[in-house]
């Protein structure tokens, strides 16, 4: 073997070498049966977040996340029918989800993933992972005061 020939024999190897390691050190995120899961299922069980109607997420669209719940007010009246409940952590990577009034849909403030107030998914996350449905908590109302409990 010529010496020009073993060292492009070498450099290809190397270069088959590097290309395989970083594709598999890469994975592509689009392709991941799961969604990365640390913002999870939401609060644990028994977490009990209450919102005082007197004072909070008075007018249509007002939103609040207590205890790791996000409140929205989708209707005029104080009863639970006027509310929604969700996870206020995405279940993608933990970001936090806000309710955006003009577009009436919720989305996570770290890759813009989209929900209706019912939890579906309305767009995945912007980095080309996967996100799963939100958890909804049925609403209780005692007074001025709504309540979820986990
Ligand atoms: S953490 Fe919400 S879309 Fe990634």
Same mark, same amino acid.
């Given at each position: 073997m010529e010496r020009n020939d073993f060292i492009k $024999?070498? #450099?290809?190897g190397i270069a088959l070498v590097c290309t395989g390691s970083c594709l598999s050190g890469c994975g592509s995120k689009g392709s991941d049966p799961q969604? /990365? /899961?640390p913002g999870g299922g939401g609060p644990a069980t028994g977490t009990t977040a209450n919102?005082?109607?007197a004072t909070q997420i008075l007018s249509i669209g007002a939103s609040v996340t207590v205890n790791g719940i996000l409140f929205i007010? @989708? !209707? !005029? #009246? /104080? @009863?639970t029918s $006027? %509310? &929604? !409940? @969700? +996870? &206020?952590v995405c279940p993608h990577q933990g970001g936090a989800l806000n309710f955006i009034q003009a $577009?009436? %849909?919720? +989305?996570? &403030?770290l890759h813009a993933s989209r929900y209706t107030t019912a939890g579906s998914i309305l767009a995945q996350p912007n980095d080309g992972g996967t996100t799963s449905a939100l958890k909804v908590y049925t609403t209780s109302i005692s007074g001025n005061t709504l309540s979820v409990t986990v």
């Open positions: $024999s070498l #450099g290809l969604p /990365n /899961n919102v005082d109607l007010r @989708t !209707a !005029a #009246g /104080n @009863t $006027s %509310f &929604a !409940a @969700t +996870q &206020a $577009s009436n %849909f919720i +989305q996570c &403030a």
